[in-house]
């Protein structure tokens, strides 16, 4: 499939350099189907330059557009937009083209690998392992996944990491309580199982609060840890193993690879980023690299506090301790360094929006990461209790995401087991295993698709009732959607035979033209999901679809398909409902949500 936007996009760009004014081709899809699919408004700022009329513009560069094949004759709108319109013969030639699916696992689409391939670290989930993970570590984990799906199909090398917090004091009053309670933990380090982590931290916290005695235990554990105390660190990586165990619990429910590369893993290279900065110092001592009331910090331009003062990142506190930022600066010179990375990513709530801006500039300034290496900081907003109240436990503590995610599969399991609300009808007859296995996939996809549907920067409600109903842009409605088209292709007898995907594909009714437009704009999307990093984007794509499916599809204002006469007409259109499928399916996929063949 190729991508339609780039190609006009090309072709628009031969008409720019043949009027003698290259430059951006601005190519946007039409805000409204009256005025076409694509509208370019490059007319505009060529004319603003040149001194022209902008629709003399458009003009001569109408003249000059070789696209007789694409597009109707173009029109040119308002000040100077070119409205661009596909012909439906084109459309179907474009869909014809589209490879059959080989293997059923591995079905792109025919859509291509990025040109330049990058290895791409992606930063992701990353909870603090002193706690259980809660619903704030869902969205990280959810958007990280979904990113790195997308950016793997482009043929990317990703390395998915887990910074997760394991480092640090509170690690010290863990490991200390650790010990009280359970003494032979040292010697057994295997057979630790904490049921409750949350439980554990507040137990180890009240003893922290209330013993003077355990206060001081706790901060000799945390300086023995650091120092490498064999014993201390045999009781703090089976607390770790533990914590991390109830981690990948949930990745394993939520089908999200993820190396885990915690804090712990950069202590030495800290030492090592603390001499490199100090040699810098050393070299340039007015430079960026100063000491300023005891720390080591790095002074950037263009951060300064409220009052208007200068402010630096610490790397090195008074105390000689290093901090969140000393920890970040590491993972960049191993991912820069050891992993070869030139594009490193991190899925990290808005609140941390700050430290990376600061982080990345300072990255640049002391040349632990070159102008080549990219560094983006993909925030995102919070997730709310219903209400907008923040998400708490009735006790105010907080609610752990293992019993989000379960509940989510409960109450799915529920919907499946209401009546269809259309006239559409339901298999009745799934076995048990089957529907347990399918209110697995719809809760847990409700849940991921519900996040990625937010945009990224607003906080969203979390809403059980909304994300798991069968109607509006919900993981059930697209699923559903997908599973209603397949029945449709076994009702048809036509899934997924050799007649079938050879079929001439011939485009009239305006709900099949508008069906096919809305399945090739897939390759624009996937453009643009990578580039901006927006899996929004592609919820919103793939809800589009699944309505221009079902005009498509409807009784009174669509076309009829499996009682479609001639029988060429007939398996055209099964074969339009076929790559809707497969369009379904593999964005479905980049989400991180599995389809499921009968629901
Ligand atoms: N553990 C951190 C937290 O819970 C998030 C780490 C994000 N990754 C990073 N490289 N800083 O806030």
Same mark, same amino acid.
């Given at each position: ?48 330059? +040149? ?7 458009? +003009? ?291 609140? +941390? ?244 063949? +009968?629901?």
């Amino acid at each position: 499939m190729i991508a339609l936007r780039e190609l006009l996009s090309n072709r628009i760009a031969d008409a720019l350099r043949a009027i003698g004014a290259e430059g951006d081709v601005q190519i946007a899809p039409a805000q409204d189907e009256k005025f076409g699919d694509y509208q370019c408004n490059a007319a505009m700022a060529i004319a603003k330059k +040149q001194g022209k009329k902008p629709r003399d513009v458009a +003009q001569s560069i109408v003249e000059q557009l070789r696209i007789d094949d694409m597009c109707e004759l173009p029109e040119i709108a308002g000040p100077g937009f070119i409205n661009l319109r596909l012909k439906p013969g084109f459309l179907a030639k474009t869909l014809m083209d589209v490879p059959a699916q080989a293997v059923e696992d591995n079905d792109r689409l025919g859509l291509p690998l990025a040109v330049t391939q990058e290895t791409i670290v992606i930063d992701l989930s990353s909870p603090n392992l002193a706690k259980e993970m809660h619903v704030g570590h869902l969205r990280s984990t959810v958007i990280g996944d979904c990113i790195a799906r997308v950016l793997e199909f482009e043929g990317h090398n990703v390395i998915r990491e887990n910074h997760v917090g394991d480092w640090g004091t509170q690690f010290g009053m863990l490991v200390a309580h650790l010990r009280r309670i359970k003494p032979d933990v040292a010697d057994n380090p295997a057979s630790l199982v904490i049921k409750d982590l949350e439980t554990f931290y507040i137990e180890a916290k009240a003893r922290f609060d209330a013993d003077d005695e355990f206060k001081t235990e706790a901060r000799e554990t945390v300086v023995a840890l650091q120092r490498g105390d064999p014993l201390i660190r045999k009781i703090w990586q089976a607390f770790c193993n533990e914590s991390l165990r109830h981690c990948h619990e949930i990745y394993r429910q939520l089908n999200v690879r993820l190396v885990d590369r915690g804090e712990s893993f950069y202590n030495d290279l800290m030492d090592d980023v603390i001499r490199r900065l100090e040699r810098l110092q050393r070299e340039n001592p007015g430079g960026a690299v100063r000491e300023s009331e005891g720390a080591l910090c790095i002074f950037l331009d263009g951060f300064t506090t409220r009052e208007g003062q200068p402010l630096p990142m610490i790397v090195r506190k008074t105390d000689g301790g290093y901090n969140y930022a000393t920890s970040d600066l590491a993972t960049i010179v191993d991912r820069v360094e050891r992993l070869h990375a030139n594009r490193i990513i991190y899925v990290v709530g808005m609140s +941390q929006k700050q430290h990376f801006e600061m982080l990345f500039a300072a990255a640049h300034k002391v040349g632990i990461a070159g102008a080549n290496i990219a560094m983006e900081h993909v925030g995102f907003g919070n997730v709310l209790a219903p209400g907008g109240r923040p998400f708490k436990t009735r006790e105010g503590g907080t609610i752990k995401l293992k019993d989000l995610l379960n509940e989510a599969v409960d109450r799915a399991r529920r919907v499946i087991d209401q009546p269809p609300t259309d006239d559409s009808k339901r298999p009745t007859d799934l076995a048990l295993s089957e529907k347990d296995s399918i209110a697995e996939a719809v809760g847990l996809g409700a849940i991921k698709y519900f996040d990625l549907s937010h945009s990224l920067m607003s906080d969203y409600t979390f809403d059980l009732e909304i994300m798991l109903s069968l109607e509006g842009n919900t993981a059930p409605y697209m699923l559903y959607a997908y599973a209603r088209i397949r029945s449709i292709a076994r009702k048809a007898g036509a899934s997924p035979d050799a007649r079938l995907t050879e079929a001439a594909i011939a485009l009239e009714h305006p709900t099949e033209i508008a069906l096919a437009k809305k399945i090739l704009q897939f390759a624009d999307v996937l453009q643009t999901v990578s580039r901006d990093l927006r899996p929004n984007v592609l919820t919103d794509y793939l809800f589009e679809l699944a309505k221009a499916f079902s005009r498509f599809y409807d009784k009174k204002i669509g076309v009829r398909v499996i009682d479609a006469t001639p029988e060429s007409i007939r398996s055209s259109r099964l074969r339009l409902c076929d790559l809707t499928a497969r369009v379904l399916k593999l964005g479905l996929h980049l989400l991180g949500i599995e389809t499921i063949e +009968q629901m």
